[in-house]
């Protein structure tokens, strides 16, 4: 058997009470592994056994069960535009419902006026609220029945029934009112959802079109997705890009705000690699694709961006939680507030049937609050929009999980060589102890370091062939992670690495020990080169602090969090660098897996605590963390996939940003709980007090949900990368 996965596009999915629907609809359906929901966007995910579900048959089984209409993301069914009643039926029939209320509130009051008999007009009215009834109960009713049937007691369950009993009770007109208002209040969600899922999708839509595509008679202008790697793509000044590629000619500023959130243009000439949805400067480009405009960056970003929306955060998985058993809490007060009052009559000898009547209609009142829509929209409303705001600004975030820890950190590790520096070191001193000259010394280092990853050996490498050293071929590499690597050249073998490696080695000495421990006062890291006879000599390399770094920590640092550098530098250049850059605190001398245990540490003392990386050596240490942050996602593949938060552009400034957003968002989570809660709790206590009807009930439930839905669309504003 195997594993797959299936979007579905499900009409009208937009509360906890759908997803019921539809965990009902698969509840004993083979070959079912997991179910996700994703509310803002209208879509469910289906893990199944492939061998015994067809995705096709399972959308028209889903259909049928729970009544919502569901289709594979992707089949031509989903892309064409829904017919019209599914579009606009339920505000259609809200529409009727509300007239035909109206002709019998009418009718009512003013019938008799009219000149019809007092029996005609009362008739009349009755016949209109009962055609109100219809017209609110179209949508409602078959849905009730269908939980009925299922013996579930939901919010449609529900509402049916305080029509029905408002009906029994010979109140007409508070029936329809019900299922008008009902009607009302289920449009409004929808609207409100569809508006917040068009702004989000607005903000991810960064792509132009059409392209510019050269070919032998000139330009022509085709649709973006029909451009083909090694196309030739002209892009006219002040236009958008529309695809991914490398420039062939012209040069220009590239503004690439919409991926990076960088608004300083970066110059661009032939050789550069630019991307979809970025745009072109002053200059006119011919650029050739790199391929399709799925494969593109921003495509990517978007994937991510669906993808981490999809996720539910930890809050949004409690509430909902919460919402399954305060639905049949309220019902059970409802049961109560109807059934206790005359028990209490009938116990006392007081009217029975009086008593019920009157507490029966604030029952009714009671159970419109037991929609928990509000409550549980609050959440995934938040943090869909806190995604999408920070996908705009460059941060990409792969989860609302993340977003919400970001919130909550309480430290901040960073990597040293990378991410507080530039990453680019440079050889500033060769020393060499007397068993060969400084080109010997080069040259061995320049061998072993052309055969590893290690920017210190990459450096050393670059170094030597810009003095046109000739560098061997070394053999039999091997590297010691964190403290430095072997081989052998012409069968001879050698050694780069720290200090602390050489010593352990048993390869130091005492005389050049004394010597290269002076050498560690300097500014820079000492890089030992040894034959297995001894030392030979060290290579001092200087990185440089990236230029904002120091800013960034003091800013971390007025935003109440910790800073720690952590590196597998000696530790007096360790001390320098995080003296320099007003970190913290540091930790020197460390091996990957010690990385991972200074973040335990860190956490264990003083709370959550994230791994600012660049993605490319650190791994460990990003995965231990509670969030992994990894800079430079446009240039860097491995920081786009292994972190947790990616930003795109190769600077810690977002990072500031990041913490406030995700701090933002999580006040914005706390305060559209607590409104929706609020409100539920004083239309509660409001309609046991006789004082709430059942309009005031249904229009602060719809409100609440008005209300949570455009205050969390708030947080798109901060995506405006104009905003600091
Ligand atoms: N492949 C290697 N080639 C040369 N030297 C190495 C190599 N690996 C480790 N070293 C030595 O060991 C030290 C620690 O290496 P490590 O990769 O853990 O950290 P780093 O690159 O100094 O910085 P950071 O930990 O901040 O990323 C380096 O300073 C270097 O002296
Ligand atoms: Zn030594």
Avoid at 350 to 366: C, I
Avoid at 545 to 567: N, S, Y
Wanted: charged share 20%; glycine share 10%.
């Amino acid at each position: 058997m195997s594993r797959a996965r299936c979007t579905f596009h499900v009409r009208g999915l937009d509360c906890e009470h759908e997803v019921a629907l539809l965990r009902a609809a698969l509840k004993d359906a083979p070959g079912i592994e997991g179910l996700g929901f994703d509310l803002i966007n209208g879509l469910m995910t289906v893990d199944y056994d492939d061998q015994r579900v067809d995705p096709a048959r399972l959308a028209g089984q889903v259909t049928a069960r729970s009544g919502l209409e569901t289709v594979p993301v992707g089949a031509p069914e989903a892309e064409a535009p829904p017919p019209w009643w599914s579009r606009r039926g339920l505000q259609a029939s809200t529409a009727a419902s509300g007239l035909a209320l109206a002709a019998g509130m009418l009718l009512h009051y003013f019938g008799a006026k009219a000149g019809l008999s007092d029996g005609a007009a009362e008739r009349a009215s009755t016949a209109s609220c009962a055609l109100a009834i219809a017209a609110g109960g179209v949508w409602l009713f078959p849905r009730a029945w269908r939980s009925l049937r299922g013996l579930r007691l939901d919010i449609d369950v529900l509402m049916t029934l305080a029509i029905f009993g408002a009906v029994a009770l010979g109140q007409w007109d508070e029936a329809a009112t019900v299922a008008f208002l009902f009607g009302v209040s289920e449009s409004l969600e929808a609207l409100s959802v569809a508006r917040a899922r068009r702004a989000i999708r607005r903000l991810l839509e960064v792509a132009p079109p059409t392209a510019e595509r050269i070919v032998a008679a000139g330009v022509e202008t085709i649709a973006v997705d029909r451009i083909d790697g090694g196309d030739r793509i002209l892009v006219r000044s002040g236009d958008q890009i529309p695809i991914d590629g490398v420039i062939l000619k012209g040069r220009s500023g590239v503004d690439q705000k919409a991926i990076t959130g960088e608004s300083t243009p970066v110059e661009r000439g032939p050789g550069d690699p630019v991307y979809a949805g970025t745009v072109n400067g002053e200059g006119t480009i011919e650029i050739e694709a790199s391929g399709p405009i799925g494969e593109a960056l921003i495509s990517r970003i978007v994937d991510q961006v669906r993808a981490a929306q999809a996720g539910r955060a930890p809050v949004e998985r409690r509430i909902s939680q919460f919402a399954r058993w305060y639905t049949p809490l309220v019902v059970v007060i409802a049961l109560l507030t109807a059934l206790l009052p005359p028990a209490y009559a009938w116990a006392a000898g007081g009217p029975v049937w009086a008593t019920f009547l009157a507490w029966f209609a604030k029952a009714l009142v009671v159970l419109v609050i037991a929609c928990p829509c509000a409550l549980v929209i609050a959440t995934p409303v938040a943090v869909v929009s806190g995604l999408a705001a920070a996908a705009r600004r460059g941060v990409l975030i792969k989860g609302g999980e993340f977003l919400e820890a970001v919130g909550r950190l309480r430290a901040l590790a960073f990597d040293k060589t990378g991410t507080l520096t530039l990453g680019r070191p440079d050889v500033v001193e060769v020393f060499a102890s007397g068993q060969g000259d400084q080109a010997d010394v080069l040259r061995i280092a320049a061998a072993l370091g052309d055969r590893g990853g290690h920017v210190l050996g990459k450096a050393i490498a670059r170094h030597a062939r810009d003095l046109r050293i000739d560098v061997p071929r070394a053999d039999d590499y091997t590297a010691i992670p964190g403290k430095g690597a072997q081989g052998r050249i012409d069968a001879v073998e050698y050694h780069l690495g720290s200090h602390r490696y050489i010593d352990e080695a048993g390869l130091c000495r005492p005389e050049f020990h004394a010597e290269m421990g002076e050498a560690e006062g300097r500014p820079g890291t000492e890089v030992a080169v040894t034959a297995a006879t001894g030392p030979l000599g060290w290579i001092r390399l200087a990185d440089r602090p990236r230029p904002e770094a120091a800013a960034v920590v003091a800013e971390l640092h007025a935003l109440g969090l910790r800073t720690v550098m952590l590196t597998g530098d000696n530790p007096r250049a360790a001390a320098a660098m995080a003296r320099e850059l007003g970190v913290g605190d540091q930790r020197s001398e460390l091996l990957p897996a010690d990385k991972v245990l200074a973040i335990d540490e860190y956490t264990a003392a003083h709370g959550p605590t994230g791994m600012v990386g660049d993605g490319v050596n650190d791994a460990p240490a990003l995965a231990a963390a509670r969030v992994s942050i990894a800079l430079g996602g446009v240039s860097s593949g491995a920081a786009l996939e292994t972190a947790d938060v990616v930003l795109m552009a190769d600077d810690l400034r977002q990072l500031p940003w990041l913490v406030r957003h995700g701090r933002a968002t999580l006040r914005m989570i706390h305060q559209n709980i607590a409104l929706a809660i609020g409100v539920k709790a004083v239309v509660l206590v409001l309609a046991l007090f006789g004082i709430a009807n059942m309009w005031m009930a249904i229009l602060a439930d719809v409100g609440t949900t008005l209300l949570v839905v455009a205050n969390a669309l708030r947080l798109l504003r901060a995506g405006d990368p104009a905003t600091r």
